[in-house]
């Protein structure tokens, strides 16, 4: 018999394998996060260090719009799917094995399956019949269709972590004279927390970077960081949208990095 | 506007009563029948103990009591009131549960204190129980800590002073000290017993350890398969066990076949083996052929041929530390231990192979229900 068990670290090549495959995925990154600081106006000569296209890109209101709507968006649209992923993970784990039970786990993550491309032309057709008939145009299309599609982001980490907890915490919290609703303010609720927050967080960081959707769903000067950069790189690229970029990805690691954290306190 | 409560002391209404109560999980052709009509009658202040092997139905029993079920058909009354519908958390009855159930957000003495004040105590009277309760566990140096960072032992005496501070009229424990080594176990064996008598609460304790039923217990139930065997003191189930599973479950049992030969009122004659005995017939208990249960402790181990003695060939000994078990084969095939004591057979003149006599104690035997 082997003294040891098999690992994939000890296969030869492996090292090397590794190590090209984390150059193709961080290479482009790393390339845009230093453009970010060229002092020059190219994307491919480096000219010197400078933070000049940071402030441009602060001086320049069609990005501060762009960048308020983008987190306004993102605030409302995670605090929205979370309420309603709180709700449905409450649902599916706290009550007893119910007939379709398996056709609403499906019907939740439905946003995971269906292509995005589908369901944002879908929302263009519908939210165009709606505007036709309303004649409002506001952001709410917007937030509303953000929140649909970040549920299931929400409701996974919440989902997991009440199916984590011991049912036995609410029987002994029943057993000590807690009302249904004082069992869930006093027990299940502040158990639950680190799963909302994890799945608020993840929610507020996929509405974030969302472009298909926001492309298809937005009216005339709706434009979310995304898209407006989108539509930038359309006419002339500048140094402008690697700044935009960094600071994007800096805000996304910032909240994925205590997304991590929250998580690992719970184990 | 309640009628002045009986003060009729020599017969107090049972703490809780189950009557004929039956729980079928399921339905149709995953039905399963978990309890099985089972009565019982537990009094006030009393430490009643279910005891039974895994899957007879004790948790069943427990959570039916404490109102995380209902029961399918029959009642359970908690002095005289029937309480089969009321929901958990309007039952004077709290659990000390077999995984403990300690709220982990919470600290030690925030989850004694989480029942009084659901009951909406005053504040210092929480402060105060949850003061006393610490100190009944020995816990007060610890009361601050979170449940998640002390040892098993001690969530277990918080289990227990968590659900002891309410007061509730019955407290249910379910294996409450399965988890426990067996130096712990045997501590708190002894201070559960400490407890009960110092808070004169009604405590229902299940376990599948005998011995431990045996030491604790003032009454005992023995299930089995959804069903209650017998009721009685640890001395009466284990001298006059009702049946053949109640007998062997409890204790070591050697089963003997018996013919009756003559009875002579509530006694008869009996044939065991070869030999002729005289032993008591419970009410119910008929002949002609009957199977007797004698426990290992109560022969004596003699030289082989003497009458009244049963016959037969040593065929083993197992050195035990206290005692040594004999294994003999009777004369007519059937296998039988008896257990002596090492003190008194340190050089016993027993060899293996050769015949031998074991001698019954008088009403050593007892004819079992079949
Ligand atoms: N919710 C349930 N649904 C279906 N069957 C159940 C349910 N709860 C218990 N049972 C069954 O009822 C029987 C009795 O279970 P119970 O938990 O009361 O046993 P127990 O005597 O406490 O056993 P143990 O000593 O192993 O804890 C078991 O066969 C069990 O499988
Ligand atoms: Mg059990």
């Known amino acids: 018999m082997a003294d040891r068990t098999f690992e994939v670290r000890r296969l030869p090549g492996m090292a090397a394998i590794a190590i090209t495959c984390f150059v193709i995925l961080y290479a482009p990154i790393v390339t845009l996060v230093v453009y970010s600081f060229n002092a020059g106006s190219s994307v491919a000569l480096w000219e010197g260090l400078s933070l000049r296209w940071y402030a441009v890109a602060w001086d320049n209101v069609a990005v501060q719009e762009a960048a308020i709507r983008s987190l306004v968006v993102a605030a409302s649209a ?38 995005e491309i589908v369901t944002a032309v879908a929302l263009l057709i519908f939210f165009a019949m709606i505007k036709v008939a309303t004649g409002y145009t506001g952001l709410a299309y917007l937030i509303a269709a953000h929140a649909a599609f970040c549920v299931p982001f929400a409701y996974l980490p919440i989902r997991a972590r009440l199916e984590g907890m011991d049912l036995s915490l609410e029987r002994a919290a029943a057993d000590l004279y807690a009302t249904p609703f004082a069992t869930f303010r ?11 927050v994890a799945g608020a967080m993840l929610a507020f960081v996929i509405s974030l970077d969302d472009v298909v959707i926001t492309e298809f769903v937005k ?11 989108l539509g930038q790189l359309r006419r002339a690229i500048s140094p402008e949208v690697n700044a935009i970029s960094t600071a994007l990805l800096a805000l996304t690691v910032l909240l994925l990095t205590a997304f991590f954290f929250l998580n690992r306190k719970r184990n | 506007m309640q009628a002045p409560a009986p003060t009729d002391t020599t017969s107090p209404l049972p703490a809780i009563e189950a009557r004929r109560v039956t729980k079928i999980f399921g339905e149709g052709d995953d039905a399963f029948q978990a309890l099985d009509a089972v009565s019982l009658s537990i009094r006030e202040n009393e430490f009643f103990t279910l005891l039974g092997p895994s ?6 029993l427990l959570r039916l009591i404490a109102g995380f079920e209902q029961p399918s058909a029959g009642h359970i009354l908690l002095e005289g009131k029937n309480i089969s519908n009321l929901p958990p958390y309007k039952r004077p009855v709290n659990t000390v549960f077999q995984s403990y159930a300690l709220f982990p957000h919470l600290t030690v003495a925030q989850n004694i204190a989480f029942g009084l004040q659901r009951l909406g105590k005053p504040k210092a009277e929480v402060a105060d129980t949850v003061e006393r309760m610490l100190r009944l566990v020995k816990m007060e140096h610890l009361k601050d ?10 969530q277990q005496r918080v289990a227990l002073a968590r659900a002891l501070a309410p007061r509730p009229r019955v407290l249910l424990l379910d294996e409450p000290l399965s988890a426990l080594d067996l130096k712990l176990r045997k501590e708190m064996q002894i201070e559960l017993k400490r407890l009960q008598g110092e808070t004169g609460i009604t405590f229902i304790f299940v376990t599948h350890d005998q011995e431990e039923a045996l030491t604790m217990s003032d009454r005992i139930a023995v299930m089995s398969e959804g069903k209650v065997l017998q009721v009685g003191g640890p001395r009466e189930i284990y001298d006059r066990p009702a049946d053949r599973f109640v007998a062997s479950f409890i204790g070591d049992t050697n089963f003997l076949p018996a013919q009756v030969i003559s009875t002579a009122g509530p006694r008869a004659r009996l044939a065991v083996c070869g030999v002729e005995i005289s032993a008591a017939l419970p009410e119910g208990v008929e002949g002609p052929a009957l199977t007797m249960a004698l426990r290992p402790e109560q022969l004596r181990l003699e030289a082989a041929g ?15 530390g206290t005692d040594t078990h004999f294994h003999i084969t009777l004369t007519d095939g059937t296998p039988l231990i008896a257990r002596v004591q090492n003190a008194r057979t340190a050089e016993h003149a027993f060899r293996v192979g050769e015949p031998i006599g074991a001698r019954p104690q008088a009403d050593a035997l007892q004819a079992l229900h079949d």
Request: charged share 10%; net charge positive; glycine share 12%.
């Open chain 2, 145 to 154: 800590r979170r449940t998640s960072n002390i040892s098993g032992g001690q």
């Open chain 1, 219 to 229: 009216s005339a000067g709706q434009d979310t960081l995304p898209t407006y950069m």
């Open chain 1, 186 to 196: 006093h027990i299940t609720l502040p158990l639950m927390a680190p799963g909302i």
């Open chain 2, 306 to 320: 003497a009458a009244g003695a049963l016959q037969g060939v040593l065929k083993d000994t197992v050195y035990f």
């Open chain 2, 55 to 60: 899957g007879c139905g004790k948790t069943t």
């Open chain 1, 78 to 115: 995670a605090a929205i799917a979370t309420v309603l992923a709180t709700l449905a993970a409450l649902g599916t784990t706290r009550t007893g094995p119910f007939p379709g039970r398996m056709t609403i786990y499906t019907l939740i993550n439905q946003p995971l399956m269906v292509p």
